[in-house]
T-cell receptor, first 115, second 111 residues
C-alpha cells in the first residue's frame, strides 16, 4: 500500500513555462517532505524540502507547497529549463514508530522540458 | 574524496549465484539504506541501518542479507540471485532522520 503517490508518471513543459509536479500522501504521521531529482545513470539528489510547520518553502526557481489538510504537496519550477528534464521523486518521513528514520518515496514523475 | 560510493557500478551474474554489492560513506553518518529502483515502482527500501550492528527490514527484504560491522560500510548480499532481482540498487546515508544522500547506483543484471 503506497503511502506516497505521484499520480502523473510524466509531464512535458515548454522552456520558460512553469512546471508543477504533484504528490499526495496518506500517512498523517508524516511531518517532513522532500523532493529529489534524478538524472539517468546517477543517484537521486536532494532538491528541496519542507517541514509540516510550514506551507511553503522557496529555493531559487524551486518552490514547494504543502497543504496538510489535503495531504498534498507540489513542486513548482519557474521558469523551467531544459536541464530540469529528469525524474522527480517526492518523499516523506515521520518522527514516530515505523516512519522514524525512513523516507517513503513516490514512484516518480518524468519531467521533460522542451525548447 | 568525501561522499558515498558504490561498487561495482555494473554487474552481470547468473541465477543462483551469490552477489555482494558494496556501499561506503566517508561522512560517518549513522543511518544507511539500500533501495532498488524498478520501472513503475520508484524507489523501494530493502534494508536500513540506524547504526553499526543495527539493521532492519524495509519493504522488499526477501532474498537479501545485510550487515553493518563498521559505520562506514553497508554491504548488501543476494544469497542466491534470481531474475526478479535485476534492478538498479542505490545506497544512501544520513546523519539524522531526514535528508538522505545517495550513491551513484549499481546496475545488476541476473541472467
Amino acid at each position: 500500500d503506497q503511502q506516497v503517490k505521484q499520480n502523473s508518471p510524466s509531464l512535458s513543459v515548454q522552456e520558460g513555462r512553469i512546471s508543477i509536479l504533484n504528490c499526495d500522501y496518506t500517512n498523517s504521521m508524516f511531518d517532513y517532505f522532500l523532493w529529489y531529482k534524478k538524472y539517468p545513470a546517477e543517484g537521486p539528489t536532494f532538491l528541496i524540502s519542507i517541514s509540516s510547520i510550514k506551507d511553503k518553502n522557496e529555493d531559487g526557481r524551486f518552490t514547494v507547497f504543502l497543504n496538510k489538510s489535503a495531504k498534498h504537496l507540489s513542486l513548482h519550477i519557474v521558469p523551467s529549463q531544459p536541464g530540469d528534464s529528469a525524474v522527480y521523486f517526492c518523499a516523506a518521513s515521520g518522527r514516530t514508530g515505523s516512519t522514524l528514520g525512513r523516507l517513503y518515496f513516490g514512484r516518480g514523475t518524468q519531467l521533460t522540458v522542451w525548447p | 574524496d568525501a561522499g558515498i560510493t558504490q561498487s561495482p557500478r555494473y554487474k552481470i551474474t547468473e541465477t543462483g549465484r551469490q552477489v555482494t554489492l558494496m556501499c561506503h560513506q566517508t561522512w560517518s553518518h549513522s543511518y544507511m539504506f539500500w533501495y532498488r529502483q524498478d520501472l513503475g515502482h520508484g524507489l523501494r527500501l530493502i534494508y536500513y541501518s540506524a547504526a553499526a550492528d543495527i539493521t532492519d527490514k524495509g519493504e522488499v527484504p526477501d532474498g537479501y542479507v545485510v550487515s553493518r560491522s563498521k559505520t562506514e560500510n553497508f554491504p548488501l548480499t543476494l544469497e542466491s540471485a534470481t531474475r526478479s532481482q535485476t534492478s538498479v540498487y542505490f545506497c544512501a546515508s544520513t546523519p539524522r532522520r531526514d535528508t538522505q544522500y545517495f550513491g551513484p547506483g549499481t546496475r545488476l543484471t541476473v541472467l
